[in-house]
């Protein structure tokens, strides 16, 4: 599996390669849907005037999680995707869920393709759509899949690039959870940065606007993903949002897109400035020395699980007393709380050593 991967990573051609991107953020914007050509012309020829818009987006056909909702145009579509290309500068990408899809796309010259999050999690469907392409040099996105599953994610790269081809990309569009949290799809940040450490050469784009679900949270997504180093974004964006046949809450007008591009901030990957490199690096020994306190911590702590898990064996006493357990989860947060920690957080660190101190005992 890492032979392999190492191997996809080499192979993999550089955004630079195939798209310029001489700007960050640099993006890919358009409605979530193609609705019609004027739509389409007005929505392109707005976005065309930031120099940080590369490509322009518009789903032809929509997976939608219910029927009787806008399915998307069809081939129709197609025909709009390719006025924009002779009107603007910006190349063009949409959603590919079968082969067909894949072989009308290459007719009518889409530059770019993208693999949606409903489709990532069926293996089946990602070959089909991989064979379809075998033999074709067209750059392919692939967004994670909706539930928090990186080797789905994975699967469907490795599958794509087994096909043959190398311009790939992946875009975090965020997560399907029970819980109802302030975001549509939870961002759950780790799964992205794992796939970025098997796959350091695999550019990442983020989509700020199916993770928000809501406009007014777009702009702190995508300044988030900037924070992370992540500088492309895939943002939807429709001439009139309050209309739009779908994902009408998360669409921003092409003008509220390029005011929120000049307001976001671009992180230096390495500053240039020797007063700030020191504190960094000062900061940054601080950080380490913290953290190997907490594994020796950690480690005198399972010393003395081991010894009391011999004492209660040979006193005949069990392993899990459930009443301290809680007792001395509550004293956890509550000093948590006092110490200004988030509660949520410490409960998760306190139940992952517990539950190991409970395995070292039996
Ligand atoms: C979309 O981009 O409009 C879309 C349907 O996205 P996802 O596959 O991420 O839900
Ligand atoms: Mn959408």
Redesign the pocket.
Known sequence: MADKLENLNNNLKHIPTWLDIDTAPWVIAGP?SAESADQIIETALALEKSPNVKVFRA?IWKPRTRPDTFEGVGPEGLEWLKLVKQQTRLLTTTEVATARHVELCLEKAVDILWIGARTTVNPFGVQEIAEALRGVDVPVMVKNPINPELGLWLGAIERLYQAGITKLAAIHRGFSGLVQTDYRNRPTWQIPIELKRCLPALPLICDP??IAGRRDLVERVSQMALDFGITGLMV?SHPNPDLAL??SDQQITPSELIEMLDRLKVRQVETTDPAVRDQIEYMRTQISRIDSQLIADLAERMKWVDKIGRLKRDCNVPVLQLNRWEYLLEDHLAQAREAGLEPAYVKAVFELIHANAVKKQL
Do not use: L
Request: aromatic content about 0%; charged content about 30%.
């Open positions: 979530c789903g606007s199916h939807e779908s994902d």
